[in-house]
Nanobody
Framework: QVQLVESGGCPVEAGGSLRLSCTAS????????LRWYFRAPGSEAKLVAR??????????FYADSVKGRFTIFRGNANSTMHLQMDSLKPEDTGLYLC??????????????WGRGTQVAVSS
C-alpha cells in the first residue's frame, strides 16, 4: 500500500505562486506514473501534470491550461513529488490531488490517490 498526502495549498492572489508537495509512504519506488489532478468546484478531476516515477522512462506532460506556468518535479528523495505553480489565475482555484499508479499487466493499473489540498486564487 502507498499512502499519499498533499500539502502547500492556501489562499493566494492572482499572479502569485505556490508549491504543492505530495509525500508518499513508504515511497514512490516501484510506481510508474506520478500526476497532479485538478478538480474545480462541481467539476470532474482533470489531469494537470504528469511525470514518470523513474527518470528517463517517459515525458513530462502538462495540460494546455497550465503549460508554461506549472512545473512538476520529483524530489531528491523517492518519497516526494511537487507542483510549482506560478502566475496563478482565479480559474486555478480548486482541489489539487496527488496521484500515482503501478502497472500490473496489460492496461491494468493500481491507483493511489491523496485527499487533495485546496488552492484559492483571488483576483
Amino acid at each position: 500500500q502507498v499512502q499519499l498526502v498533499e500539502s502547500g495549498g492556501c489562499p493566494v492572489e492572482a499572479g502569485g505562486s505556490l508549491r504543492l508537495s505530495c509525500t508518499a509512504s513508504p515511497s514512490f519506488l516501484g510506481l510508474s506514473s506520478l500526476r497532479w489532478y485538478f478538480r474545480a468546484p462541481g467539476s470532474e478531476a482533470k489531469l494537470v501534470a504528469r511525470i514518470p516515477a523513474v527518470a528517463n522512462m517517459g515525458r513530462t506532460f502538462y495540460a494546455d491550461s497550465v503549460k508554461g506556468r506549472f512545473t512538476i518535479f520529483r524530489g531528491n528523495a523517492n518519497s516526494t513529488m511537487h507542483l510549482q505553480m506560478d502566475s496563478l489565475k482565479p480559474e486555478d482555484t480548486g482541489l489539487y490531488l496527488c496521484f500515482a499508479n503501478q502497472h500490473i499487466e496489460g492496461n491494468r493499473f493500481r491507483s493511489f490517490w491523496g485527499r487533495g489540498t485546496q488552492v484559492a486564487v483571488s483576483s
